[in-house]
C-alpha cells in the first residue's frame, strides 16, 4: 500500500521561508509524479506545484500564485521531494498535501490523484 507523508509545516510571517518535505513508501513501481496541493479554508483544494522524475531527469510545473517563489526539488524517482517555500504571504496560509502517482498525466488536477498524505499546516503572519 503506496503512503505518502507530509512534513515541514509551521508559522512563519510575511516574507519567511519554509520547506516541506515528501516522502513516498510501499509503491510497486516509481511513483514519478509528485504534486503539492493546498486548502485553505472554506475553499477548494487547489494545484501549488508537481515535478515530474524519470531516469532522464526533472520537468516542473508551478501555478500562477507560487511561481518565482516556490520551487520544487527531487534527486530520483524514488527520493522525497522538497518544496521550498520563499517570500511566503498570507494568502499561502492553508493546509499542504502531496499526492503521488506513477502512470498517468502528471497535472495539477486533484481528481487525478489517488495517494494523498495527510497534510501539513502552513501559516503566514503579517
Known amino acids: 500500500q503506496v503512503q505518502v507523508v507530509e512534513s515541514g509545516g509551521g508559522s512563519v510571517r510575511t516574507g519567511g521561508s519554509l520547506r516541506l518535505s515528501c516522502a513516498t513508501s510501499?509503491?510497486?513501481?516509481?511513483?514519478?509524479?509528485v504534486a503539492w496541493f493546498r486548502q485553505a479554508p472554506g475553499k477548494e483544494r487547489e494545484g501549488v506545484a508537481r515535478i515530474y522524475t524519470d531516469d532522464g531527469g526533472s520537468s516542473l510545473r508551478y501555478s500562477d500564485a507560487v511561481k518565482g517563489r516556490f520551487t520544487l526539488s527531487r534527486e530520483n524517482p524514488k527520493s522525497t521531494v522538497y518544496l521550498q517555500m520563499s517570500n511566503l504571504k498570507p494568502e499561502d496560509t492553508a493546509t499542504y498535501y502531496c499526492?503521488?502517482?506513477?502512470?498517468?498525466?502528471?497535472?495539477?488536477?486533484?481528481?487525478?490523484?489517488?495517494?494523498w498524505g495527510q497534510g501539513t499546516q502552513v501559516t503566514v503572519s503579517s
Open positions: 499526492a503521488a502517482k506513477a502512470i498517468g498525466w502528471c497535472g495539477l488536477d486533484v481528481w487525478d490523484y489517488h495517494n
Open positions: 510501499g509503491a510497486t513501481t516509481s511513483l514519478v509524479c
